[in-house]
């Protein structure tokens, strides 16, 4: 680019200081300054024309002259056949339709989401609905590697429209091949994911990355585990490899990850199981590491239950994991074990222990760790708590709820427990508890009866007989709860507290076109803030939206990968 504006430039200053004088670039000297300056320039335009691969998403909104945005209508898109950045024609590029067409929904706000592959002049027709023919308005410009929110051009447009690049996120090297993301959960203030990135020269390999962010939304510690590798169908293998990561686990210096290896024939039979885990100083996530063998020595068959669906907790010096053994019908055992092999403790056949991974939380009382390890009777007006002491030794004991049900198990909040409740005679209205004599907890039965204040939501069926509970976050003394929604499960019910649970606001829900049918967030408190991440697998977009202190979202950003080594 600095070629191009020195060449620019000493035509400006021929054309300014002196008379115009044609010349044939055969007339210049190879070896002087303007041979070269004109051999460069050739140079970058051979480069430019071969180089058009790019990979991005874009958020464009679409607006008309008078201000009133294109919500509801749809976009198609694709490129004018042939084009390319370095294309010197200034003719009309000719859209042809269904040719390398994508299509995406414009939102409320008049925002939709653009995935561009390649270099080139990108053409947007905006039509009533996906089966109208006839666009309303369409637009295009020229996507090139250096494209921002500041130098968005329009190269040409039709009809009454007003575009807009509203944010941008270009995925460079090797994370250019990203094929799917999962949100693993927060540990020590960072939120950690898994990339699955393809292979560039094999087909059907993708290699296993773990990324990590502070705020949600920029992911700049990327650790490659190098000996992990996803083998699927469209591979020449005999088998196929998967990797699931497991939730993070943080003992105070180490984060750490179990994963469970699955091997599969090529009719898809799984044959066996290996199990790994990795582990870094919490501050110094590094570029690359290795996996370790788990060693699971209870029994030769014992092999991870699926991780990703359980917490990985670190009590009393150990881990707690969950298990299964081929010859006990694949039944979960929560098993306390450390890494070193040197000690391990069925945590169900020793002490009784639930196998429900949801009712394991570690909680501190008067200086002593506890480990809940089961789940309250959901729908019940009492019902009975189990923990386990530092000195593996059982205690449970009852619990009251002044007359109210459950609809929830019991949830640690900031030194606190609470739990979701209703009374029998208005069973659709949930309401929020804490329990009121915490310093009980693990030596007596504790009652939970003090009602959080504004902590009150109602709806059309009662559903009294199932945890309605997703998980209480919590990031800088802001607890966020966030429930399932009765009447609309794509949904989910938000409050926050920012006065140490004495009383709740609540939130805004959030909804978004983007994400396809079956598809949710993933909520996490990171930085003070809960932030919602949910991707479109479809076409490849991963969204963060994040609750501002009004309560309300934020317009969706997307997910930001960076390497900086």
């Given at each position: 680019?600095?070629?191009?504006?020195?060449?620019?430039?000493?035509?400006?200053?021929?054309?300014?200081?002196?008379?115009?004088?044609?010349?044939?670039?055969?007339?210049?000297?190879?070896?002087?300054?303007?041979?070269?300056?004109?051999?460069?320039?050739?140079?970058?335009?051979?480069?430019?024309?071969?180089?058009?691969?790019?990979?991005?998403?874009?958020?464009?909104?679409?607006?008309?002259?008078?201000?009133?945005?294109?919500?509801?209508?749809?976009?198609?898109?694709?490129?004018?056949?042939?084009?390319?950045?370095?294309?010197?024609?200034?003719?009309?590029?000719?859209?042809?339709?269904?040719?390398?067409?994508?299509?995406?929904n414009i939102d409320a706000s008049g925002d939709a989401f653009v995935l561009v592959q390649r270099l080139g002049i990108l053409t947007i027709n905006i039509y009533t609905s996906s089966s109208s023919n006839e666009p309303v308005a369409s637009v295009s410009f020229r996507v090139y590697s250096t494209l921002s929110t500041s130098n968005f051009t329009i190269y040409s447009q039709t009809g009454d429209i007003r575009a807009t690049l509203q944010d941008i996120s270009v995925l460079t090297g090797f994370l250019s091949q990203i094929r799917q993301v999962n949100i693993l959960g927060v540990?020590?203030?960072?939120?950690?994911?898994?990339?699955?990135?393809?292979?560039?020269?094999?087909?059907?390999?993708?290699?296993?990355?773990?990324?990590?962010?502070?705020?949600?939304?920029?992911?700049?510690?990327?650790?490659?585990?190098?000996?992990?590798?996803?083998?699927?169908?469209?591979?020449?293998?005999?088998?196929?490899?998967?990797?699931?990561?497991?939730?993070?686990?943080?003992?105070?210096?180490?984060?750490?990850?179990?994963?469970?290896?699955?091997?599969?024939?090529?009719?898809?039979?799984?044959?066996?199981?290996?199990?790994?885990?990795?582990?870094?100083?919490?501050?110094?996530?590094?570029?690359?590491?290795?996996?370790?063998?788990?060693?699971?020595?209870?029994?030769?068959?014992?092999?991870?239950?699926?991780?990703?669906?359980?917490?990985?907790?670190?009590?009393?010096?150990?881990?707690?994991?969950?298990?299964?053994?081929?010859?006990?019908?694949?039944?979960?055992?929560?098993?306390?074990?450390?890494?070193?092999?040197?000690?391990?403790?069925?945590?169900?056949g020793t002490v009784g222990c639930g196998t429900t991974g949801n009712a394991y939380y570690t909680f501190q009382v008067n200086s002593s760790n506890y480990l809940n390890c089961s789940l309250n009777s959901i729908g019940s007006g009492t019902g009975t708590y189990q923990v386990v002491t530092s000195n593996i030794t059982s205690y449970s004991d009852g619990y009251s709820l002044s007359g109210n049900y459950t609809q929830s198990r019991i949830y640690p909040v900031n030194g606190k427990l609470f739990s979701l409740q209703y009374n029998y005679s208005v069973p659709t209205t949930k309401?929020?508890?804490?329990?009121?004599?915490?310093?009980?907890?693990?030596?007596?039965?504790?009652?939970?009866?003090?009602?959080?204040?504004?902590?009150?939501?109602?709806?059309?069926?009662?559903?009294?007989?199932?945890?309605?509970?997703?998980?209480?976050?919590?990031?800088?003394?802001?607890?966020?709860?966030?429930?399932?929604?009765?009447?609309?499960?794509?949904?989910?019910?938000?409050?926050?507290?920012?006065?140490?649970?004495?009383?709740?606001?609540?939130?805004?829900?959030?909804?978004?076109?983007?994400?396809?049918?079956?598809?949710?967030?993933?909520?996490?408190?990171?930085?003070?803030?809960?932030?919602?991440?949910?991707?479109?697998?479809?076409?490849?977009?991963?969204?963060?939206?994040?609750?501002?202190?009004?309560?309300?979202?934020?317009?969706?950003?997307?997910?930001?990968?960076?390497?900086?080594?």
């Amino acid at each position: 680019m600095k070629t191009v504006q020195l060449y620019s430039l000493f035509l400006i200053l021929s054309f300014g200081f002196g008379s115009c004088r044609i010349f044939k670039e055969s007339d210049l000297d190879p070896n002087g300054d303007f041979g070269s300056m004109a051999a460069l320039y050739k140079l970058f335009q051979l480069t430019e024309t071969l180089n058009t691969s790019f990979n991005a998403s874009l958020r464009v909104n679409f607006a008309k002259t008078d201000g009133s945005t294109y919500a509801g209508y749809v976009i198609k898109y694709g490129y004018a056949p042939g084009s390319t950045r370095s294309e010197r024609s200034v003719s009309e590029p000719k859209f042809v339709l269904g040719e390398g067409e994508r299509q995406a929904n414009i939102d409320a706000s008049g925002d939709a989401f653009v995935l561009v592959q390649r270099l080139g002049i990108l053409t947007i027709n905006i039509y009533t609905s996906s089966s109208s023919n006839e666009p309303v308005a369409s637009v295009s410009f020229r996507v090139y590697s250096t494209l921002s929110t500041s130098n968005f051009t329009i190269y040409s447009q039709t009809g009454d429209i007003r575009a807009t690049l509203q944010d941008i996120s270009v995925l460079t090297g090797f994370l250019s091949q990203i094929r799917q993301v999962n949100i693993l959960g927060v540990a020590n203030g960072r939120i950690y994911a898994a990339l699955n990135v393809f292979e560039t020269n094999v087909s059907g390999v993708s290699n296993i990355y773990l990324a990590s962010s502070a705020d949600g939304l920029t992911f700049d510690r990327i650790t490659k585990i190098t000996d992990l590798t996803d083998i699927n169908s469209s591979s020449s293998n005999s088998e196929y490899w998967q990797h699931i990561l497991s939730r993070p686990g943080f003992d105070g210096s180490n984060i750490v990850f179990f994963i469970r290896k699955e091997i599969y024939n090529t009719s898809y039979v799984l044959t066996s199981v290996e199990n790994k885990y990795i582990q870094f100083e919490k501050d110094s996530q590094p570029s690359s590491l290795n996996s370790q063998t788990l060693q699971l020595s209870m029994s030769n068959n014992r092999i991870l239950t699926t991780p990703s669906l359980y917490p990985l907790l670190y009590f009393s010096n150990r881990w707690v994991s969950f298990e299964q053994n081929a010859g006990e019908g694949y039944t979960t055992t929560p098993v306390l074990r450390d890494l070193a092999l040197s000690s391990s403790v069925d945590l169900y056949g020793t002490v009784g222990c639930g196998t429900t991974g949801n009712a394991y939380y570690t909680f501190q009382v008067n200086s002593s760790n506890y480990l809940n390890c089961s789940l309250n009777s959901i729908g019940s007006g009492t019902g009975t708590y189990q923990v386990v002491t530092s000195n593996i030794t059982s205690y449970s004991d009852g619990y009251s709820l002044s007359g109210n049900y459950t609809q929830s198990r019991i949830y640690p909040v900031n030194g606190k427990l609470f739990s979701l409740q209703y009374n029998y005679s208005v069973p659709t209205t949930k309401l929020g508890y804490l329990v009121t004599n915490t310093s009980a907890y693990g030596t007596a039965p504790i009652s939970i009866n003090t009602a959080i204040s504004n902590f009150s939501v109602t709806f059309s069926s009662s559903a009294t007989g199932s945890d309605t509970l997703d998980s209480v976050q919590s990031s800088d003394n802001r607890h966020f709860f966030i429930i399932q929604n009765n009447d609309n499960a794509s949904q989910k019910i938000i409050f926050r507290s920012t006065d140490d649970s004495a009383s709740v606001t609540q939130m805004q829900t959030l909804t978004s076109p983007y994400l396809m049918t079956g598809d949710s967030f993933i909520y996490h408190a990171v930085g003070g803030s809960l932030v919602a991440i949910g991707s479109d697998v479809a076409s490849q977009t991963y969204l963060m939206y994040r609750l501002n202190d009004g309560g309300t979202w934020d317009a969706a950003k997307f997910l930001r990968f960076t390497v900086s080594r």
